[in-house]
């Protein structure tokens, strides 16, 4: 498949980066001669120096010959504009992620696919639904749902204090096939679970049947959020989409906004929600924070543009005595060390973003996509198809690629972990732990 990306930067850099690690021919085409530079050094792509928005560049840059394009620069007109013309030069599918629009402003002023562009993708919203998905738990960092919830992804680190220090990772299962542990992240690297002693500081990845949630929870020494209430830091769309979010999930919302002007413009928004308290202040300032409530709040979330002013906002807010602590954190260096600085779940708007770009350009063969935070893991949920080669096949005859794990299989609705041993039919609905090299692999072998 041949891709081209308008965009180089966060979002942009990292699905180029992703694509190329699953075989594909990607171009990035973006006007800063900087960022071409510095993605050129480490993405095998072509990278070229250009406007979306001309045609003269998007010739240039042999748009015509693409399959999928895909706009993620800062500018929401421009990401529009780049993808209309795209249609305009015969693209067969065109994506553009937007940080501005959301779906209800596009649905109002114009039907997208009407115009040619297939997927909008909305920066906020997708954040927001990553963050309502590690919600009800005050400890775990990650969480995911397959199998249209029957399966849950939990990641979480362990701490000096853990039970499961010292614990041998290939022992670590539930009975009767509760849980199942798919991954154990050491400095950022996967380590198979033979032979490997758990130590503080490794990251695991489980998966577990929703019903045993609670156990699993027990075993990480984490506890479920049972006070409503939540203290968030931030201004514009990503915060009036959480305190939507949360108002609807029936809790007491603070928001610190800087400004007298936008405290008086989120009151007006929500003044029919009298759940909703704003107040106005210095975000890191100790006081405003101990005036909204934080050292009583069961949830403190920091959605600033600035990732040190988010990691610091959690920081103090711990300190304080809040209890579970979330930010939207940009840059790769501080997903690394989040877990150090007081912050319980790290959102990255590029990963939230990926999820939904993967699933539109894979279609119906993807029924769930997550790209890890800890590690370069991609985890997928596929519905096995008539003629696929892995139907009929044992998991030991498939020879799967090292570094690929089966976490978990749903056949007639029944959830398992699945052995050596195990069959795979027709219909089955299979997890797949995969480097994102091997995803295209994975497609064929299971849906072909």
């Known amino acids: 498949m041949r891709v081209m990306i308008v965009g180089g930067g966060e979002i942009g850099g990292f699905l180029a980066e992703r694509f190329v690690a699953e075989g594909m021919d990607v171009t990035v085409l973006d006007q800063d001669p900087v960022v071409v530079a510095n993605l050129a050094q480490r993405v095998d792509a072509a990278c070229v120096q250009g406007n979306g928005a001309s045609v003269r560049d998007l010739t240039k840059a042999r748009v015509k010959s693409m399959d999928l394009f895909i706009s993620a620069t800062q500018l929401d007109d421009a990401n529009l504009i780049s993808c209309l013309l795209a249609h305009q030069m015969g693209v067969p599918q065109k994506i553009a992620v937007t940080r501005k629009m959301d779906s209800k402003t596009i649905r109002y002023r114009f039907d997208h696919r009407k115009i040619g562009i297939d997927t909008v993708i909305n920066l906020s919203e997708a954040v927001t639904s990553e963050m309502m998905e590690a919600l009800d738990t005050s400890g775990v960092s990650e969480v995911a749902s397959f199998a249209g919830g029957k399966i849950k992804l939990i990641g979480q680190e362990l701490d000096s204090t853990s039970d499961l220090v010292g614990r041998a990772a290939e022992r670590l299962s539930g009975g009767d096939d509760d849980y199942f542990l798919a991954a154990v992240i050491r400095e950022q690297i996967p380590l198979p679970p033979e032979n490997l002693i758990l130590a503080p500081g490794d990251y695991l990845y489980l998966l577990a049947v929703k019903e045993k949630i609670p156990a699993v929870y027990k075993l990480l020494n984490v506890e479920e959020i049972k006070h409503r209430t939540a203290v968030i830091c931030g201004n514009g769309q990503l915060t009036e989409q959480l305190v939507t979010a949360l108002l609807d999930r029936y809790f007491q919302v603070t928001v610190v906004v800087d400004t007298p002007h936008q405290m008086e413009s989120l009151r007006h928004q929500f003044h029919n929600r009298p759940h909703l308290k ?82 539109a350009v894979h279609g119906e063969s993807l029924v769930n996509y997550r790209a890890m935070a800890q590690a370069n893991l991609e985890v997928v949920e596929l519905e096995l198809k008539e003629g696929a080669k892995a139907v009929g096949k044992s998991l030991e005859k498939l020879r799967l690629p090292e570094g690929v794990v089966i976490g978990g299989v749903v056949s007639d609705g029944k959830v398992s972990f699945p052995g050596a041993g195990s069959v795979l039919q027709s219909g089955d609905r299979v997890i797949v732990m995969t480097p994102p090299e091997y995803l295209l692999d994975m497609e064929k072998l299971f849906v072909g």
């Open 278 to 359: 704003v107040k106005h202040g210095p975000m890191l300032d100790l006081k405003t924070l101990r005036h909204a409530g934080v050292p009583n709040t069961s949830l403190f979330i920091s959605v600033s543009e600035e990732d040190t002013v988010n990691m610091t906002a959690c920081m103090g807010a711990k300190h304080m005595g809040a209890g579970k602590t979330m930010a939207a954190i940009k840059r790769n260096d501080f997903l690394a060390v989040w877990q150090d600085m007081g912050l319980d779940v790290a959102v990255a708007p590029r990963l939230a973003a990926a999820k939904l770009v993967q699933k």
